[in-house]
């Protein structure tokens, strides 16, 4: 029998990687409906690039989310706006790429200034002075492109989304993926006995050793399956090293580091945690800062996988975003939430974009779907919380 500490660990785990199990499921699904395709080597690689702004952008909404329940409405706006900017920059005036891609992250970071100042010095709600850059930031990008599609961009500029790392091996199987796929492997075993052997040695919760094992059994098995995809097909995408380096970074920001668990603290409770001599208004103010600039960054990405800046850019990405916090279940009112919640919640939106665009069902279809799922995450979500307080 297991003690206590273990079993309440167990219950929520449960709870934790159930998105993921529902996304294990519906990728079943897909490759059922769509006889097979969606589980190809090659889709899954586009699966993997299609989604990746969405995911840069999650990964700063969620911020935004747990630390005061606010939502950041003008993200969708700012990419374009970005998208526009390399445009002149880079198209237009013929800037170096790299020189550019600093100063639209620069913009980036200002546009957070000026929306971080009204939200948090001036407490004006997040969801008016965000809306105001909705429609300030999508103004400016259709000023600036006077309705054209500036292109085409350098090579460059282009590998930030359609770039691989060099393939080694000769044969079917690309030796460098197979390389990185088992070093990251290891890695996150030894990360995770580490952390439970802390735990235990603490008197922390701590799942069961059946859990323990299950769950990662269950990831170093998702790993090398990603691994021989990947190596069947391409190779390692430049764009999915990014992303795990931002998936990694900010999930030892906030697990791991007093200014994380502050954010934490202000979305549970703020009036608490200013009496803890916590400095609210600077750390909401510098995490819509950090939305600017990862704004910035899903422009960037975006811009360059569509090879071309447009007027249209970035529309509903931040629905996109917002609805991969919540099905990844961040709390609606702040103080929960995790990156890895956030980045599983917006695979589950890309792969039913992916399925549902293989199937052939038309986008009114798939907007009626994901506001569906979206809407079933959050009340499991409340559910399971109202069991657990009962319990």
């Known amino acids: 029998m297991g003690t206590k500490a273990e079993k309440k660990g167990s219950s929520v785990n449960l709870r934790r990687y159930s998105m993921v199990i529902a996304l294990i499921v519906i990728m079943g699904l897909f490759q059922v409906l769509t006889g097979g395709i969606f589980l190809k080597p090659q889709n899954i690689t586009n699966l993997i690039l299609q989604n990746s702004y969405v995911i840069i952008l999650s990964i700063g909404m969620l911020l935004c989310i747990v630390s005061s329940g606010s939502i950041d409405l003008s993200v969708g706006s700012v990419v374009a706006f970005v998208g526009a900017l390399l445009g002149v920059l880079i198209v237009q005036k013929g800037m170096n790429p790299w020189l550019a891609i600093l100063i639209a992250l620069l913009a980036g970071a200002l546009v957070g200034v000026w929306q971080g100042f009204w939200i948090a010095y001036m407490r004006i709600p997040a969801f008016i002075v965000t809306l105001a850059g909705m429609l300030i930031f999508r103004g400016i990008t259709l000023y600036v492109l006077q309705g054209m599609t500036l292109t085409p961009f350098p090579k460059d500029f282009l590998a930030i989304s359609s770039g691989f790392l060099v393939k080694t091996g000769g044969g079917k199987l690309d030796m460098t993926s197979i390389i ?22 603490k008197g922390y919760q701590y799942s069961s050793a059946g859990a323990f094992w299950g ?157 569906l799922v979206l809407l079933a995450a959050v009340v499991f979500d409340i559910l399971s919380k109202k069991h657990t307080v009962k319990a």
């Open 215 to 371: 769950k990662n059994i269950i990831a170093v098995a998702a790993i090398a399956l990603l691994t021989v995809w990947l190596a069947l097909y391409n190779g390692v995408p430049i764009l999915l090293l990014i992303m795990l380096v931002l998936i990694i970074a900010y999930s030892f920001f906030m697990n791991r580091t007093v200014p994380g668990r502050q954010l934490y603290a202000m979305g549970g409770n703020e009036k608490a945690a200013i009496l803890s001599g916590i400095n609210t208004k600077k750390a909401l103010f510098l995490t819509f800062v950090n939305m600017g600039v990862l704004a910035a960054l899903g422009g960037i990405v975006f811009t360059s996988r569509l090879q071309a800046a447009t007027p249209s850019a970035g529309q509903n990405f931040e629905m996109d975003a917002i609805a991969s916090c919540y099905i990844g279940g961040a709390a609606v009112m702040g103080g929960s939430g995790t990156i890895a919640g956030a980045v599983v919640g917006a695979l589950v939106m890309g792969v039913i974009n992916n399925g549902l665009s293989i199937m052939g069902v038309g986008s009114d279809i798939t907007q009626t779907i994901k506001g």
């Open 180 to 201: 990185i796929g088992a070093a990251a492997a290891i890695i996150y075993l030894a990360v995770s006995i580490a952390e439970r052997q802390k735990k235990k040695h």
